[in-house]
């Protein structure tokens, strides 16, 4: 999931980084990479990269961003100003995943031989075609009968005993049912990643309050959101409710698996609450 920034300029490392003060602010409380992982439920490796300022081991930008806000709001730092100073010493996308070197194109050469081959068999075509449309120019096929005497000839006809049932050609055959999309609303300011099953990015941003997104009406959607109960889903006509707690970070919820649940649910009558795994 992750990918990183490609080439990202990074600001000189100083007193004054994003990176310092996000590391003394920690320290302040008395907190290790390992507790304050636990505590906000970041992994320790971003918040490292974080503290570091190390584009290379953190995620996309929007997902990036998410992630400092929580971290900033659990240090007690000014979540705006914070954010504002990491834009300004990182101006570039993340990706993890470095330009490789164009591949050589490999030549393809037929062996001497085989050009032989192709000739000889070239000459054996011709030679077939030339004398089949001579044979059938000098009358191979004047013993033919004539088409209109074969036409003039009534055919039998052969009567079915028992017309087909109708029910019976279409029987067996799967209902179809129309795919029901997934619209997800954030209830509050959230960053919202979508995967689908081959784990390309099909949507990554930060959402305001009110804003929703359809997904395509395809199976293998993953979900990762830096609040969960921020994060309202709506599966067709059905509102789901939201994808987990206040302040509960997502990272690759299978949808399929959280609507079965939830449909689970419903059905022996226990309140439909959505409730989301976090990473």
Not at 195 to 219: H, Q
Request: hydrophobic share 45%.
């Amino acid at each position: 999931m992750d990918a990183v920034f490609a080439n990202a300029p990074v600001a000189p490392c100083g007193p004054a980084s994003i990176g310092d003060i996000l590391r003394q602010a920690r320290l302040k409380h008395g907190w290790t990479l390992d507790s304050a992982a636990a505590r906000t439920r970041i992994k320790r490796d971003y918040l490292e990269a974080l503290e570091a300022m190390d584009p290379r081991g953190l995620p996309s930008r929007a997902y990036t961003i998410g992630y400092l806000r929580a971290y900033a709001g659990f240090l007690e730092l000014n979540v705006t100003d914070v954010v504002d100073q990491f834009k300004l010493e990182v101006e570039c996308d993340t990706g993890r995943a470095q330009p490789t070197a164009p591949k050589k194109k490999r030549e393809f050469k037929l062996p001497k031989g085989v050009i032989g081959a192709v000739v000889i068999l070239g000459s054996v075509l011709a030679a077939t075609s030339w004398y089949g449309v001579h044979i059938t120019r000098t009358g191979a096929f004047a013993d033919a009968p004539d088409p209109a005497s074969l036409l003039a000839t009534p055919r039998p006809v052969v009567e079915s005993s028992r017309a087909p049932d109708p029910a019976q050609i279409w029987a067996g055959l799967p209902t179809a049912t129309a795919p029901e999309a997934l619209v997800f609303t954030a209830i509050s300011p959230v960053t919202l990643e979508v995967r689908d099953g081959s784990g390309r990015v099909l949507f990554a941003r930060e959402m305001e309050a009110g804003a929703s997104w359809r997904a395509p009406d395809e199976a293998g959607l993953e979900v990762s959101a830096t609040d969960a109960g921020a994060l309202r889903v709506r599966s067709g006509a059905q509102d789901i409710g939201v994808l987990g707690n206040s302040g509960q970070i997502l990272e690759s919820l299978p949808m399929d698996t959280f609507v079965r649940n939830w449909r689970a649910a419903r059905a022996e009558g226990a309140p439909a609450n959505g409730t989301g795994a976090g990473g």
